[in-house]
């Protein structure tokens, strides 16, 4: 069940639903959220950590939910949806920042590993958009800058990185699902981004700490600040993508 902080509202706020909310970009995204006064769902798969980026968030007047869910299975991400919706009933934005990655060679790649990358990169992100239309089209009747989808995608989806092609390839294909979306959303003011960042400096990339310094990658401030410019956008300005990588040689490589 849904942990819910529900201190007495000011008036009615925009609504932002985060996965992958416990640690690195999608902590940052949250707290930028936050900053900029909207109420909250946050979901992970740690409720330990779920619990102490909820005390951070903890503010007079604002709602936060938090729901620890497995992106990979198809019964938490209905039960995530369920919910969001059963305490908001709207949804302005929702993050899709939740996400695995594995390092291999295409052809040393397990298909069951592969099978598990595309259920939580991509299959599930695909189920809680489709559970949560009905939310994001209530919200965007009301908004002028309608509802968005963000998907935290890579700069492997786009350029291709040795030992990285079947995190790329999903990480491609949700991209696509975000062009996708605005194609067929549009009309009910939902629009979808995909932000494709290179090397962040998380945990995710300690496994790179010994030969790319992390003080050089793209920091997961950079990526939130990115997230918050999409939420400001008006409904009529629909950006399918944005790439992000590190400067001078670097540029379009992750």
Not at 19 to 45: H, K, M, N, Q, Y
Not at 48 to 65: C, I, K, N, S, T
Not at 173 to 191: K, Y
């Amino acid at each position: 069940m849904p942990e819910v902080s529900d201190p007495d509202r000011a008036g009615p706020r925009r609504v932002a639903l985060v996965t992958g909310a416990s640690r690195g970009i999608g902590r940052a995204i949250v707290g930028r959220l936050a900053a900029e006064g909207f109420d909250l769902t946050i979901s992970a798969r740690s409720a330990d950590l779920l619990d102490e980026v909820a005390a951070e968030l903890a503010a007079p007047g604002r709602r936060v939910v938090r729901v620890t869910a497995d992106m990979g299975d198809a019964a938490q991400v209905g039960a995530l949806a369920v919910a969001h919706e059963q305490a908001f009933g709207v949804l302005d934005v929702l993050v899709l920042c939740a996400g695995m990655g594995a390092l291999a060679a295409i052809a040393d790649y397990p298909p069951r590993r592969l099978d598990r990358m595309f259920a939580v990169n991509l299959r599930g992100p695909f189920l809680l958009v489709q559970q949560l239309l009905p939310s994001l089209r209530k919200a965007a009747h009301a908004a002028p800058t309608g509802a968005k989808v963000i998907a935290i995608a890579s700069l492997t989806a786009i350029a291709a990185e040795p030992g990285l092609g079947v995190y790329g390839a999903s990480k491609a294909a949700l991209a696509s699902l975000c062009e996708a979306i605005t194609v067929d959303e549009a009309d009910h003011g939902v629009t979808a981004t995909a932000i494709e960042p290179g090397y962040v400096a998380t945990d995710m990339t300690e496994w790179l700490h010994a030969r790319i310094d992390p003080a050089t990658m793209i920091t997961s401030d950079d990526v939130a600040e990115l997230v918050l410019a999409v939420t400001r956008l008006s409904r009529w300005a629909a950006v399918p993508a944005i790439p992000v990588t590190r400067p001078g040689r670097h540029l379009w490589r992750a």
